[in-house]
Structure formats: C-alpha cells, structure tokens
C-alpha cells in the first residue's frame, strides 16, 4: 500500500447538508469512530451556500428538511437559503462535526484493497499542500447530486450575439443591477418561479419564458398547523407530528398521481387556477404535457408567482427560443423578447459521487453497471455507503435513515468482528431497472451514471418513507442482498513493515 498519511474509521466526503448530517450520526451513533469530511470548497453547507440568487429557499418543507435528530423551530415551514446555511451551520458546531472538516480537499478517487479491509482516498488540495491521500475502512460520499463547477446550459442560437447579461443561477455575480431592468428567465422549474417573483420586484418587467409548464402548488409558507403545534406541544414532539404529517401528505400526494393521473392532475389544476388572477387562462403556461409527479412538482409560497403575475412585474411566455438577438431572444412563433438581463435557469448537470473514480482490487468500477442496494450501496462495491435522498419528498427525510443504516453497519460488523460487506448483485431472475424514475431532462441526460436498481428489496428502491423505514431502519442487517466477511490476518513480517 503507498504511504498514505492519515487513518480514519470514516471518510465523510462533503460538507453539505448530508455529509453534517452523516457527522452528527456517527459521532452519536458510532461515538468510538474516528472520521472527517473531505469538502472540496472553503465553505460548509453545500447547496445552500452555493446558490445565492434572488429569492433562494426551499422547495420542499423544513420538518421535512431538516435532521430527524435537530428539530427545526420555526412555523415558517418555507426557509430562506441563508437560514438553512444558518441551521447547518449550527447543528455542525452543536455537534462537535465543524471541527472535523477539511475544507479545499477535494477526494478524486477511491481505491478498495480487500487485503487492507481499506479505502486509498486520493485527495486534491486546493489551499495548497498539494495531492495527499487518507485511509479509511468506510467511505461515505455524501456529494449531492450535481456538478459545481458546470451548470446546464444549453446552446442557444446567436447567444454570442446578445448585447445584455446572461446569467445561470448557479454562479449568481453578488453585485448584478437588475434594478428597473428588463429580464427573462429561461426555465419553468423550482429555480425559476422562485426567481420570477423575487426578481419582480426590482426588475422593470421579468418574464418566465418556458418551453413547457410544470405542475405548480401553492402553499401558505407558513403552516398554520405548525403554529399551533409548536405553541401547545414540546418543541421536539410538536416536529416530530409536523415531520410525520408532512412526509405522508407528500407521498400521499405521490402515490396519488401514480396511481390516479387524470383525478389529480385535475385537483393539481384547480389549485393553479383558484390563485390565478382575472382573466389569466390556464392554458397553455399551466397545463403541464406530462403526468403529475412525473417530474418534481414546484412549490410557491403564498402564491408569490401569481401575485407577480397579477401586479405586471411579470408574465410567462410558453414558446420555444427561435434564436438570441441583439436585443432579446426571438421565439419559433415569430415574437420578440426584448431583455437587458436573460436568466438561464435551464438546471443542473447530474453527477454521481460527486466524480470520485472507484477501484476495487485493482479493476475500475463503473458505478452505472453496479446494482444499487437499499438505494444507498452498490453491489461489488464494498465499505461504501452514499447519501442520496428522495426525488419525490425531502432528501433529508432519506439521508437520515441511510446515515442511521450505515451507523448499524458499521455496529454489526463490529460486534461480529467482520471488516468488509460487500452488496451483492441479485441473481439473473430478477429485473433491474433505472435508479431513478422520474422522466425531467436533467435526469434522463445522466441516467447512465447512476446505477441500476432490481425489481425488489433489498436492491429496489421505493421513494416511499414509511416502507423505506420499515427495510432500512427495521429490517434485517444481514439480509440475502449483503455478504460480510474478515480480512485475512496480515502476516507477522507484513506488519512490520
Ligand atoms: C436550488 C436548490 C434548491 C433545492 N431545494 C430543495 C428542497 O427544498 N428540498 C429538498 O429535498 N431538496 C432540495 N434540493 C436538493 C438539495 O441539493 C438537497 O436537499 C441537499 O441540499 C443536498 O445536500 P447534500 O449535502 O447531499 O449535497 P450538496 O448540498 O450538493 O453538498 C455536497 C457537498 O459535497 C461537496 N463535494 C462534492 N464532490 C466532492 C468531492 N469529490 N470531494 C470533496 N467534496 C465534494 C460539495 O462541494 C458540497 O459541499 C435543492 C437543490 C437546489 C440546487
């Protein structure tokens, strides 16, 4: 094995919302483990330091969002993105983990030596020091989902022509002037009807311009349950009912559309159309080509959009970019947006294990050809676990049990003396399937990436929280799907050297 500087029991890799949470755990659950988190920026917090444009909070709710174990105390259930960078930030020092984590140490690639029962992690650092490697028996991406350093943008035509700003809300210029100014933002996901009505208020006139609408609910940010709740009950009582309430309505609401479409794309749409204002049709910005749920529903607050909408700080367009102009963007129907600023809030490129390249014993793993198990492990993959959470409801609500999972892993093979599990891949009879099944262009683009997941447990994976409580919390450990074994003994000459 090469010299390698350090050891740790775990290697956390990344500092964001999952890999403080994943800290959090191990230092309750797993109190002897010795670990860090290996994050690649100089910062903590992931996304929500990332992500700094107008408007910026989340789409799902905080007692959903937030650590099973830290409950959020607030009734505003639809958090700004400075304040979750806040609650980060605190639950990280409460914890103990702040101080656990390397900043500017970006992990490339992880090497797996079933001799050493141990990870060779290779590690860039950015704030100087140059390339190092660290040790650990288990590895714990908890990278997100997306790349960092290359949102997705499309090619527009003429775009190089275009006299004004164009801006991708991942890398926000702290000082941009939109001021009175004429913006279009490309997009009909969560970013932009987040940015159209925050935008509106400053800009001259803002218009979403969308290719395709999607599903849209308006919620009161502030839950009037979650007032009630918090002043009656004990703070950790009252989260625990407000984070089993609301998990369970969202996948209710999942459920829903899978299994009855039509009834509730047509509940979906009635509550678009009670918030629209006078004489706003909801055709053709509101009625989505695709089934409900098919792809993330976006969330406005106190019907924010709409009250934009019905103020004429901003309007949507439904048509398609003919080509950028001079002065705007030209659509296939022949009109003109005239624009100073254009937002391409077109979205994220997909990336697993945030590009750490894996070998096992000497052979490349490419993780698109692995099958998943219980969404977080992959076969032939041993002493890794990956923090990936819900497409479907709030990530955190999954990161939670993956991290309770791992800590039990990690338990068992202790009290049992093993040093390695590895998944297995299911035998031939049973079907494997994409990861993910959500149809968005963002997942579609990287679904190769990721890997397959089988026809059932423990190598299906159900975006559905009660059941995923009941096989990653309750079920069995060693299960059919997991083999655990010792490494051999390391000859007595071996260790010496
Ligand atoms: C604008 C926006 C809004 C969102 N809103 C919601 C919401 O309301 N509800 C919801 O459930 N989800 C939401 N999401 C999804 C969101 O990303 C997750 O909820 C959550 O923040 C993910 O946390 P994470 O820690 O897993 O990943 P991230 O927040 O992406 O953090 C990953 C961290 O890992 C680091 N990293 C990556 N690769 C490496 C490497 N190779 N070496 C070292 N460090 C590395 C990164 O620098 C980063 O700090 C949103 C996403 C976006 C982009």
Redesign the pocket.
């Known amino acids: 094995m090469p010299e390698a500087t350090e050891h740790f029991d775990v290697l956390i ?7 403080v949470g994943a800290g959090c755990h191990i230092s309750t659950r797993c109190p002897d483990k010795t670990f860090a988190l ?4 100089d910062a ?6 990332l ?1 700094r444009y107008p408007g ?1 909070r ?3 709710d905080m007692f959903t ?1 937030g650590y099973s174990f830290r409950p959020w105390k607030e009734a505003k259930a639809i958090a700004d993105g400075p304040a979750i960078l806040k609650y980060i930030h605190e639950t990280a020092a409460e914890y103990g983990v702040e101080d656990k984590i390397r900043y500017g ?4 690639r992880a090497e797996w030596s079933s001799e050493d029962a141990r990870w060779i992690v290779h590690v860039e650092r950015s704030s100087g020091g140059g390339p190092t490697q660290l040790t650990c028996n288990f590895l714990f991406p ?5 790349r ?1 350093d290359e949102p997705f943008s499309p090619e527009f035509e003429g775009a190089e022509r275009f006299g004004g700003q164009v801006i991708h809300p991942q890398h926000w210029p702290e000082d941009l002037d939109y001021d009175g100014k004429r913006v279009v933002v490309i997009g009909s996901g ?2 932009a009807v987040t940015l159209v009505p925050a935008m509106a208020e400053r800009a001259g006139h803002v218009t979403m311009l969308q290719r395709s609408p999607s599903y849209i609910v308006n919620l009161p940010a502030e839950d009037p349950l979650a007032r009630l709740a918090l002043r009656v009950l004990p703070k950790e009582k009252a989260y625990a009912f407000l984070r089993w309430k609301n998990a369970l309505l969202t996948q209710a609401s999942f459920q829903l559309s899978r299994r009855a479409p039509k009834t509730m794309r047509a509940l979906f749409l009635s509550g678009v159309k009670r918030s629209l204002p006078e004489g706003y049709a909801l055709a053709p910005h509101f009625t989505p080509r695709y089934g409900p749920w098919t792809q993330r529903v976006c969330l406005v607050p106190d019907g924010d959009l709409f009250e934009a909408l019905s103020s004429g700080g901003a309007s949507i367009v439904t048509d398609e970019i003919e080509t950028f102009t001079e002065s705007g963007i030209t659509l296939r129907s022949g009109a003109q947006l005239d624009a100073d600023i254009v937002i391409t809030a077109t979205g ?1 490129n997909l990336l697993a294990l ?3 390249e894996i070998a096992v014993d000497g052979e490349e793993i490419e993780i698109g050809n692995t099958v998943g198990y219980k969404g977080m492990m992959f076969s032939g993959v041993p002493n890794l676990a990956v ?1 990936l ?2 497409t479907n ?4 609500l999954k ?1 939670d049990l993956i991290c309770e999972y791992f800590c039990r892993l990690i338990n068992h093979m202790d009290a049992h003396g093993y040093d390695r599990c590895m998944p297995q891949r299911p035998d031939p009879s049973v079907e494997v399937e994409p990861f993910i099944d959500l149809t968005s262009g963002y997942v579609l683009r990287a679904i190769d990436q990721f890997p397959k997941q089988g026809a059932r447990p423990p190598w299906r994976m159900y975006q559905n929280y009660p059941r995923d409580i009941l096989m990653i919390r309750r079920g069995p450990i060693d299960d059919e799907g997991m083999e655990f074994t010792r490494a051999p003994v390391a000859e007595p000459d071996k260790l010496a050297a």
């Open positions: 890799v990344g500092a964001g919302l999952s890999g290996l994050e690649a920026r903590m917090g992931g996304t929500w330091d992500f910026i989340s789409d799902s969002l140490h970006r992990a490339i908890c990278t997100g989902y997306y960092y969560a970013t994220l945030g590009g750490v923090a959470g819900y409801a709030s990530w955190t990161c």
